[in-house]
């Protein structure tokens, strides 16, 4: 079975700076890899969404940006944080074999201060 | 219009009772829908699909309708375990790309 690795769990950093939040999966090939974040209080938003290497569809402007450099590694990136950035960031797989079904990483939770 | 909308709650129901939430979708194309649990500070996990025919898993149990564009989710025999926020997930799949849009979630508090 699919495995997704996150981290790290928490991550506090100043306005202003770079961000890079990494997502690897094992356990399955040629996935589709998404991004959400979940505001404070609120609903799940998709970011970003790959079918495959160096494929990103975006799905709202914003301040963030993301790369998919390898099949199973996907990675979440700014270059200057706003404070409107913190939230929980979960990273997810659509894996083929079980049947559409969505599975999330741990997440991390990413305070800008 | 939200593409996927749910009564945020939240649902205080005692022990033993059944509870039901309801989750309306925009996208009269969406092709595949899904509950998830989400408990406080923990990513979502999949608690069931639905199927156009409805289905069951133990205690709870899924409902689809397409021609109101709905979709349920049941709970019976609810257990004090059963506190968590429930997401209604669908599934519009534009040419042919899967993106999964969330609710907002429906709080649901079991009191003993």
């Known amino acids: 079975s699919q495995t997704i690795h996150q981290w790290p769990a928490t991550l506090v950093q100043p306005v202003g700076s770079p961000l890079s939040l990494e997502c690897t999966v094992e356990g399955t090939s040629n996935p589709n890899l998404y991004w959400y974040r979940q505001a404070a209080g609120r609903g799940l938003q998709l970011l970003f969404y790959s079918v495959g290497i160096g494929q990103i569809s975006s799905e709202v402007p914003q301040n963030l940006s993301a790369s998919r450099p390898q099949d199973r590694q996907f990675i979440l990136s700014s270059k200057k944080l706003l404070l409107s950035d913190s939230g929980f960031y979960l990273c997810a797989i659509r894996d083929r074999i079980t049947n559409e079904k969505l599975f999330f990483g741990s997440g991390t939770q990413l305070s800008v201060l | 219009r939200k593409e996927v909308e749910q009564d945020p709650g939240p649902f205080n129901v005692p022990e033993g009772a059944t509870v039901a939430f309801n989750c309306t979708y925009s996208n009269s194309a969406s092709q595949s829908f899904f509950w998830y649990r989400q408990d406080c500070r923990k990513e979502p996990k999949l608690l069931m699909s639905v199927y156009s025919s409805g289905n069951e898993d133990g205690r709870f149990t899924a409902q689809l309708n397409r021609a109101s564009q709905y979709i349920s989710l049941l709970i019976r025999d609810s257990k004090l375990s059963d506190s968590a926020t429930y997401l209604c997930?669908?599934?519009?799949?534009?040419?042919?790309?899967?993106?999964?849009?969330f609710g907002t979630g429906t709080r649901l508090k079991v009191l003993a």
């Open positions: 997930v669908v599934n519009p799949i534009t040419s042919g790309t899967y993106k999964y849009i």
